[in-house]
């Protein structure tokens, strides 16, 4: 059996110590392919950080309803401050506005009682309707965080379209809230809330990785943005280095 073959720092030492050996440094050729490489070859300076595997986000889906005082402390103080301070491919984000709502099919129509109100089912359906106009949650999310953080919901979308996207057309928007497509989107909203396993009994209700627990539950309401650096598996990030935001409300319960 052959020996095994010596580090690539020892040989890199011996070169230096001897340079008439002629040792061959395996690798030099590309020598920014690995910290050790870089080391061995002494091109540390040259290549600079080697960068780390790339970890799977945290994934959080928020189950909520738009006028629950809770669900939208959440969202403001926790889910929106700590996505805005990650960089990305740290967190993925899925928001379902439904909560506590209730659906009845009417002649082949499906209509909606919300829990506060016929104001509540419009505020999700304007949010359902940003995100599918939107395409893109960084475009659609900030504008859900200045209308849920606003003094009304239903009334604010053209004023936070301005400020924060400012290239989309709220008339769009608009006509998805009124026609076949937003009743469609609010369905399927209903569809994938009542799949849920096991069932909600509250809102916000926040799925971690795809799980629920009460213990994550109750993590992610103290202090979401320390959950999400515990549980995020690559390098971590500037903004774990500490956080400490306030408690949002209890819940909404059904």
């Known amino acids: 059996m052959a020996p095994p073959a010596p580090p690539l720092a020892l040989l890199a030492l011996v ?13 030099c050729d590309n020598p920014c392919a690995s910290s050790d ?17 790339a970890a799977p986000p945290v994934e959080l889906s928020l189950y909520y309803e738009s006028l629950c005082p809770a669900c ?15 960089p990305p491919g740290v967190l993925n984000i899925t928001l379902v506005p439904y909560g506590n709502a209730q659906e009845k099919n009417e002649s082949g129509t499906w209509e909606f009682e919300c829990q506060h109100g016929p104001e509540e089912c419009l505020g999700n359906m304007i ?23 606003g003094s009304s919901v239903t009334k604010n979308l ?3 379209l301005q400020v924060y996207a400012p290239h989309l057309d709220g008339a769009r928007v608009s006509s998805c809230v009124r026609g076949p497509t937003g009743t469609a989107l609010m369905h ?12 909600h009994h509250y809102v916000p209700w926040i799925l971690i990785n795809g799980k629920h627990t009460e213990e994550l539950q109750a993590q992610a309401q103290t202090s979401l943005l320390g959950l999400l650096c ?20 209890g819940g909404c319960g059904r």
């Not at 070169?15 to 690798?27: D, F, Q, S, T, W």
């Not at 939208?72 to 990650?86: D, E």
């Not at 399927?188 to 069932?199: C, G, K, S």
């Open 127 to 149: 949010e359902a309707c940003l995100m599918h106009e939107a395409q893109n949650f960084s475009t659609s999310f900030p504008v859900i965080f200045c209308m849920e953080s």
């Open 158 to 160: 053209e004023a936070c």
């Open 72 to 86: 939208r402390g959440f969202l403001v103080q926790q889910l929106f401050t700590s996505w805005l301070v990650l």
């Open 37 to 53: 490489v870089a080391v061995a070859c002494q091109a540390e300076s040259r290549c600079g950080k080697t960068p780390h595997p």
């Open 230 to 249: 515990h549980l995020y598996q690559g390098e971590k990030p500037e903004a774990c280095g500490g956080s400490g935001t306030p408690k949002a409300p």
């Open 188 to 199: 399927r909203n209903a569809q994938l809330t009542q799949a849920l396993d096991p069932p």
């Open 15 to 27: 070169a230096l110590l001897a340079p008439g050996i002629g040792v061959a440094l395996p690798g």
